[in-house]
């Protein structure tokens, strides 16, 4: 095969790039924005990267786009192609990216993201050093605004007003233990985080609402506390979907609870200290916890 053919082939890989930011925004204008790139050079970019493939991607979904069937295949290819290009580029700046990064995440992410997290991380830039802190969401802002953190991976929430990348999107669940009936007993016990959880928030409004009796048996800011009341039958407790642990029950309206808000988790960053080490490793978060472009775009504009 000739290299001119070879390379009708082939995607380039700035195609994919602003294809999957329009996946995420589902908006032609706002990719632009992300890629650095005109209205019209993005079109441009799709219209060849739809002949490349031989197949529409988008289809339009009121004011915005939406992925047709054949895009959304195309979407897990690219993600992994942008993913394997950053690790490959990465690999061969390791000798640049020397040093410490301060990273900051509730225990619960830490437990469930870390691990694949920083194993990633560790191959890509096996010079650097992480040091991490676990504390609440709250705290771990108020570590960024007195610059002890370089980056922190936090439940985001819009009314605190600290800039932040919204990278992952997750339901809310009612969770009891699957072995016992704790949830169906009056007044409900409660195992929750502390007052000034936002889901703790939630929750408590959505029975006060419907009218249901409850108390709150165990407040606690870690959830691993959190966890083991629920399994041992104590207490109904609010947790993502991915945090769902064997041996515990999910609780919808046929149980009689409400549906809860979503959970967005979000990275943020201390500007004043960039460097290329933090943002190689807000790269590597952002790559290892998005799930944006399989939400429906109704779910993610909540």
């Known amino acids: 095969m000739s290299r001119d053919a070879i390379a009708m082939h082939m995607i380039d890989i700035e195609q ?12 032609f204008t706002r990719a632009g924005e992300v890629v650095h790139k005109t209205q019209s050079a993005v079109s441009m970019q799709m219209k060849r990267l739809e002949e490349r493939v031989g197949r529409p991607l988008f289809a339009r979904d009121g004011r915005g786009v939406r992925l047709t069937e054949d895009g959304e295949r195309l979407l897990g290819y690219a993600r992994r192609i942008l993913r394997l290009n950053s690790e490959c580029l990465a690999s061969f ?21 870390l691990p694949e997290i920083l194993a990633r991380f560790s191959q890509t830039h096996p010079q650097a050093e992480v040091t991490v802190v676990c504390e609440p ?11 002890d953190l370089d980056l922190a991976i936090v439940t985001h929430v819009a009314s605190r007003g600290y800039p932040a990348e919204v990278v ?25 985080g502390r007052p000034t959880c936002d889901w703790r928030q939630d929750a408590t409004a959505k029975l006060e609402a419907m009218g249901r009796a409850f108390r709150i048996l165990y407040a606690s800011w870690n959830s691993s506390a959190v966890g083991a009341a629920v399994q041992a039958g104590l207490a109904v407790s609010v947790l993502p979907e991915s945090a769902v642990r064997s041996g515990m029950r999910v609780l919808g309206p046929s149980d009689g609870f409400p549906a809860l808000a979503t959970c967005k988790i979000a990275i943020l960053r201390n500007r004043s200290a960039a460097t290329p080490l933090s943002a190689a490793l807000a790269e590597e978060i952002r790559l290892s916890l998005d799930n944006l472009g399989s939400y429906t775009a109704g779910e993610a504009a909540e």
């Open 16 to 27: 994919l790039r602003t294809f999957v930011a329009i996946a995420d925004h589902r908006s």
């Open 93 to 113: 700046e390791e000798a640049a990216l020397t040093g410490r990064v301060r990273l900051g995440v509730p225990d619960d992410y830490a437990e469930r993201y």
């Open 137 to 147: 969401s709250p705290m771990l802002m108020d570590r960024l605004r007195g610059e």
């Open 168 to 192: 992952r999107i997750e339901r809310l669940l009612w969770v009891a233990s699957a072995r016992h009936t704790v949830h169906e007993e009056t007044p409900l016990p409660l195992a929750l």
